[in-house]
């Protein structure tokens, strides 16, 4: 198997690759056994019903989707709920960043794979806890609106292994925390059901959403997560290499190996031979021209460039001059040879009206005899 076609496979299997990586892709799906915490379900686990509220208080909300994980810089409050997909470092450490600045972020999930670089990237962890209602305390801190009675059934709990305030306890556990972080804050949950459709309007949920948004000015952003829910922006070709590390890493690839074969000076393609001309001879010239003449019929024109030219040589022997007519020209050789003059005025009326190529060519042959012997005369 040749060079050429080893490298055509193996170009096809990548460009195939890449195309089942963005055409398959896990999808979102809205269920009543399982919760997806997306802010576009209506469904008892979505928190439709949330962005809703949140929009009547009079709060921009937006759906965070893209190709890749980002937070806008005009956002002021993210909700990070129950992902789907699994977070990754660099998308964890950018919404730290993001919170470190200035943002204020709500982070809830029970899902334990999907958010552990999450969880791990504010410092706590998920770990179990007895099925049934909360046993702990609420914090003082939570009166704005103050509560005393909360609906979950979340079977997680918070490991806190950094400084961190509890704002709602289950004996030794916790299931709230906020953490201040730079300019920042988040509030780190592991009761997400806590914000869905099914128990926002139950107990006193409400008022703790509103606890949250102390600090935040009516009109901000708020923003949902749904990225990490399965909503993607399709990336088209160019972008799978230009925006992922495989592509980019393909591309290096290519462009080294390009670069290599030129500064080696090997050649891309078979050498096409110069292409040689012949010489011209200095006849083509008469030779095109007298084609044209011929395929235009101007035999006339020939025949009157012909006797012209050998007008001009018999004025010059007769002594008038070489712009004299066929009339003067005759006259003045009469004088001296009627007969060579005769034949001169056959030959130049033969030459100025031929009948046929072959006439022509017989005029011609005529004239240079009797030119001749005038001049030598």
């Known amino acids: 198997m040749s060079r050429r076609v080893i490298a055509f496979i193996a170009i096809a299997a990548v460009a195939l690759f890449a195309s089942l990586l963005v055409s398959f892709r896990p999808q979102r799906t809205e269920s009543d056994i399982i919760s ?6 209506a469904g008892p686990g979505g928190v439709l019903a949330l962005r809703r509220w ?3 208080l009079g709060f921009e909300t937006r759906s965070l989707q893209s190709a890749r994980f980002t937070v806008p810089t005009d956002a002021d409050l993210v909700f990070a709920l129950g992902p789907l997909e699994l977070w990754q470092p660099q998308e964890a450490q950018s919404l730290y960043r993001w919170v470190e600045a200035g943002g204020v972020a709500v982070v809830a999930s029970d899902r334990s794979l999907f958010d552990e670089e999450l969880f791990k990237a504010f410092g706590v962890a998920l770990v179990d806890r007895p099925s049934g209602p909360l046993s702990g305390e609420i914090s003082p801190a939570l009166d704005a609106p103050a509560f005393r009675d909360l609906s979950t059934g979340t079977a997680r709990a918070l490991r806190i292994d950094a400084p961190a305030a509890v704002l709602i306890g289950d004996g030794a556990r916790a299931i709230l925390a906020e953490r201040h972080i730079g300019s920042g804050r988040v509030y780190l949950s592991s009761a997400p059901d806590m914000l869905a459709n099914k128990n926002i309007g139950t107990a006193q949920n409400d008022r703790l959403i509103l606890n949250l948004l102390v600090g935040i000015r009516p009109g901000a952003v708020v923003a949902f997560d749904e990225f990490h829910h399965g909503a993607h922006v399709e990336p088209d070709l160019f972008g799978l290499f230009t925006d992922t590390p495989p592509g980019q890493a393909f591309l290096f690839v290519g462009f080294a190996t390009f670069l290599y074969i030129a500064l080696r000076g090997r050649r ?4 096409l031979p110069l292409q040689e001309r012949p010489e011209r001879s200095s006849l083509d ?13 101007a035999r006339e024109l020939a025949g009157d460039r012909l006797a012209r030219a050998y007008r001009r040589r018999l004025a010059r022997v007769a002594g008038v001059r070489v712009t004299a007519d066929d009339r003067e020209v005759i006259a003045a050789l009469a004088r001296s040879d009627s007969r060579r003059a005769a034949s001169a005025r056959e030959l130049l009326t033969r030459l100025e009206h031929p009948v046929s190529d072959n006439d022509l060519l017989a005029a011609v042959d005529r004239a240079d005899k009797v030119v001749g012997e005038v001049e030598r005369a």
């Open 36 to 41: 997806t915490y997306a802010s576009t379900d």
């Open 54 to 56: 949140l929009s009547a």
């Open 268 to 271: 891309f393609g078979a050498p």
């Open 285 to 297: 010239y008469v030779r095109s021209f007298a084609g044209l003449l011929r395929r235009a019929g």
